[in-house]
């Protein structure tokens, strides 16, 4: 049977898809049944994905080259590094123990009503920062300190003397005061959630590391770097003179929250920014549990989150951390990693189709790892980092090798929160318009010697194909849906500039037809459109594997000479692969673990046998397979640093495939 993608002839009337605007449906004959991707089902035993022959071949001696050098041009210098134990490939042989919901914890929350949602957000609402000062006061994301109370209360009462908020929403001070219930409208969450059946098995609560919480700053330190702030409604005055002679030069307002708040201060405190010479820009805080991400990125967008090319304006910002509602599940919104990774991606996507530009990320690094299983997914998105010390950032969440913005405290010298960009206010303002990112990318390749290039734009998402047949895989950068496609790995080369895609697609490339040429495709929220050429214009495949939240990988799992999809999926704390032989008929050839949940999963022949297998890269570690069918780690050793993101390719004529890193 033909494995590969067949070349697919549209009839001649049929007008080609833009590039920019792939349909959601492309008919082509023998594709997957259009509509929503579904996900995968585990097959009852793991079929094998290449011939019973082929068994696990012994790898060379594992290798540490060491850390590369941080933007060095062309080297890799080597160091002695310890090697690290294989991966953890095997899942708990039984789940943890699930506790009985809270008397308080709604059930369902994606089933509240608008009006019961309104209840438990309250007059205020959550604010960006919220449970890493709670973890800071009570080491507790969920219960308010006493300061937050007195805050919150005080807020709330003026807004109500001004008209501005409904007194039936405001926060019971007793009801408040109780450890554990401090969230928003506390008075009101015992009626929404008292009809939860207690039976209704919800999630284990999540578990954050001890030194998440740190001391809180003296008011009036400052590190070096252009000062900014973000407030909400929780700061009902703000003086934007004082703050602008303070050298704040930039300012996030809270805009909405979920699908049922606005911030009633929003125009005030966003116009309040602009008249003293602000750049400013609109934040979402994100209640994933209670509706789709498309759902929250389009109330956003409506109610002050859009975005314009004009320096001013800061890109849409999304507050993804600690959930501060105990009646709507644990930290992690009773959310598995792969929901959490789908529902960001399904907001970002959203965002960026509504507004042309894709939003930052505003997260800790605790919060990350815990509830997305420390995902590298995003890496093409700005970070907006929280961390209050005096040191710095610390570790970036995976995916990351550098923030945009830090929120270095929520004490001063700003009122709300202060933060810091790392550049000038024309940098600023350039990252603002989004006619540069600041810096190029810069691609290393593990090869002998180390192989080096500069090319694109840091932000871009790169990947490394056989273009023109000849043997040696090339780098290309994917932007917004637009391909620059080069045919050297270094030195000077003609560019190709492709428009296929959208932005928020995972760009895909591979030798779907066999012709021994690598072309394009994406991978979007569990649907495949593939080109078997290097051109825009209409898809000439699309079928459905996967699902919202997977990292798609390619190769040839059997041998035929076709490349076919596979992706790669957090499971407990574990990675599952599922891989297909067929872009025709897409079933599900072989499933396993390999590596663990916050691994990035790779792909390539390693060994130089005709086979693909897969691998994983953890931090600046490498674990590759020989075999999909019994699949240890044949071989491990360091390349990069911990926030590169991985590249695959044979950079040499007749070799396996090597890997890479994009910084």
């Given at each position: 049977m033909l494995a590969g993608l067949l070349c697919v002839a549209l009839a001649a009337t049929a007008a080609p898809a833009s590039a920019s605007q792939l349909p959601p449906e492309h008919s082509v004959t023998e594709t997957s049944p259009a509509g929503p991707a579904p996900t995968i089902p585990e097959p009852a035993e793991s079929a094998p994905v290449s011939p019973e022959s082929q068994e696990p071949q012994q790898s060379e001696p594992a290798q540490t080259p060491g850390q590369l050098p941080d933007l060095a041009p062309e080297t890799a210098p080597e160091s002695a590094a310890p090697t690290p134990a294989a991966p953890e490939v095997n899942a708990p042989s039984s789940s943890p123990a699930v506790p009985e919901p809270a008397e308080s914890e709604v059930a369902d929350p994606s089933a509240l009503t608008e009006e019961e949602l309104a209840e438990i957000i309250g007059i205020l609402g959550a604010k960006m920062g919220q449970g890493l000062e709670r973890l800071e006061e009570t080491r507790d994301p969920q219960s308010p300190g006493g300061g937050e109370i007195a805050e919150r209360l005080d807020a709330e009462d003026k807004l109500i003397i001004s008209g501005l908020a409904d007194p039936e929403l405001a926060t019971d001070p007793s009801a408040a005061a109780v450890p554990g219930g401090g969230s928003p409208g506390a008075a009101a969450q015992s009626s929404a959630g008292a009809a939860a059946p207690a039976s209704v098995p919800l999630a284990a609560p999540a578990l954050h590391t001890a030194d998440a919480p740190s001391v809180s700053l003296a008011a009036t330190w400052q590190p070096?770097?252009?000062?900014?702030?973000?407030?909400?409604?929780?700061?009902?005055?703000?003086?934007?003179?004082?703050?602008?002679?303070?050298?704040?030069?930039?300012?996030?307002?809270?805009?909405?929250?979920?699908?049922?708040?606005?911030?009633?201060?929003?125009?005030?405190?966003?116009?309040?920014?602009?008249?003293?010479?602000?750049?400013?820009?609109?934040?979402?805080?994100?209640?994933?549990n209670v509706s789709s991400g498309a759902a929250q990125a389009n109330y956003f967008v409506n109610n002050g989150g859009g975005w314009s090319a004009d320096g001013n304006t800061l890109p849409p910002l999304l507050d993804i951390e600690y959930n501060p509602y105990p009646s709507l599940g644990n930290t992690c919104y009773n959310m598995s990693a792969g929901q959490m990774v789908s529902w960001i991606r399904d907001f970002s996507q959203t965002v960026s189709a509504r507004t042309g530009r894709l939003p930052m990320i505003y997260t800790t690094t605790d919060w990350w790892r815990t509830c997305t299983g420390n995902s590298s997914a995003f890496a093409a998105q700005p970070l907006h980092i929280a961390a209050y010390n005096t040191t710095g950032p610390g570790a970036l969440p995976n995916g990351w090798s550098r923030y945009t913005l830090w929120q270095y405290s929520s004490t001063g010298p700003f009122e709300g929160d202060s933060n810091v960009y790392q550049g000038s206010v024309d940098q600023l303002r350039s990252f603002a318009r989004q006619s540069s990112v600041g810096r190029p990318g810069q691609l290393y390749y593990r090869s002998n010697p180390a192989k080096g290039l500069e090319y694109g734009n840091a932000s871009d998402q790169y990947l490394t194909c056989d273009w023109n047949g000849d043997g040696v895989a090339t780098p290309a950068a994917f932007r917004n849906g637009t391909w620059y496609i080069r045919d050297s790995l270094t030195g000077t080369a003609t560019v190709r500039e492709v428009r296929y895609g959208d932005p928020g697609d995972q760009p895909i490339c591979g030798d779907w037809d066999g012709n021994g040429r690598d072309t394009i495709g994406v991978f979007r929220n569990g649907m495949v459109?593939?080109?078997?050429?290097?051109?825009?214009?209409?898809?000439?495949?699309?079928?459905?594997?996967?699902?919202?939240?997977?990292?798609?990988?390619?190769?040839?799992?059997?041998?035929?000479?076709?490349d076919t999809l596979g992706v790669g999926r957090p499971e407990g704390v574990a990675q599952r692969f599922y891989l297909t032989n067929s872009n025709i008929r897409p079933g599900v050839a072989g499933s396993f673990l390999f590596g663990n949940a916050g691994d990035t999963p790779v792909s390539g022949d390693w060994n130089n046998d005709r086979f693909t297998t897969v691998g994983v890269k953890r931090g600046n570690y490498w674990y590759l397979t020989n075999s999909n069918i019994r699949p240890t780690a044949s071989s491990s050793f360091q390349f990069g640093n911990a926030g590169d993101r991985p590249l695959t390719g044979r950079w040499d004529r007749g070799t396996g495939t090597s890997v890479g890193v994009a910084r």
């Open positions: 070096s770097g252009l000062q900014g702030m973000d407030v909400s409604s929780h700061q009902t005055a703000v003086n934007w003179n004082r703050a602008w002679n303070q050298g704040a030069r930039f300012a996030y307002v809270k805009a909405t929250e979920a699908t049922s708040y606005k911030n009633p201060l929003f125009s005030s405190q966003y116009n309040g920014a602009s008249s003293v010479g602000m750049l400013r820009g609109a934040y979402h805080f994100a209640i994933p459109y593939l080109k078997n050429s290097v051109t825009s214009g209409a898809a000439d495949g699309v079928f459905a594997f996967g699902a919202p939240g997977d990292t798609a990988i390619v190769g040839d799992w059997d041998g035929d000479g076709y």
